[in-house]
């Protein structure tokens, strides 16, 4: 269907990520996928490749032919397991270390919140073993839900191009100054050829913003 056309896509991030060995998988990861949320989607593509091969996988085993793109994504493929175990620590290293941006940090607590409601809701006609089973469920929750909540640094992923972006917020610098000093009068020749400097640096810093996007993250965390 329409959902596996992008999968079979060569440069998909999806197709991309399930085909790269685990050392270029690891860097993809780094510089493409720098959130929580983004290595959730990127297991959530692998899964995705899954679907698609083991469907593949089924006609082959029928004997049918299998050509071109599909062909090649099942002969291609790598370490998919793997690279979704790998993805899962990352993300709990997330968890830890408090790396978490404020939106996934509220649906993380939302989560944490709906499983403990539900464990005090089984804890109600709990005995014995049962109880001390379901307790033990609770107290590792709140625990969680505590490394969650006192994550207080306000994270965000770094962007490659930050090094850059810095320098040209520092070129705006005299250039603000010299639009404000104009204010109110007609600019000479030379501040208008510094007007238009201006808006260029601008742009150049929009279009490295957007450069710096991850391949799996949504408009949102960028607002």
Known sequence: ??????????????????????????????????????????????????????????????????????????????????????????????????????????????????KIATAEENLKGAEGKKKAKVEEVVKKLRARKELIGGAKIKWSPPLKAQPQIDKLRKELVPLMRVEEKAKGRLMTLKETEQMTTKEEIEEHIVALEAGSRGWFEGEEEWE
Do not use: C
């Not at 996928?33 to 082959?60: C, L, Y």
């Not at 099942?74 to 790396?99: D, F």
């Open 1 to 114: 269907g329409g959902r596996g056309g992008g999968v079979f896509d060569e440069s998909s991030p999806s197709n991309l990520v399930a085909v790269a060995s685990l050392p270029t998988f690891r860097l993809m990861v780094a510089s493409k996928a720098p959130t929580w949320s983004e290595k959730k989607a990127m297991i959530s593509a692998i899964e995705e490749v899954e679907e698609e091969v083991g469907k593949v996988e089924a006609r082959v085993f029928k004997g049918e032919t299998v050509g071109g793109r599909e062909e090649k994504l099942y002969q291609s493929t790598e370490s998919l397991e793997e690279k979704k175990e790998e993805l899962k620590k990352m993300m709990a290293g997330h968890v830890e270390e408090g790396m978490l941006t404020d939106r996934e940090k509220e649906m993380l607590l939302g989560q944490v919140d709906g």
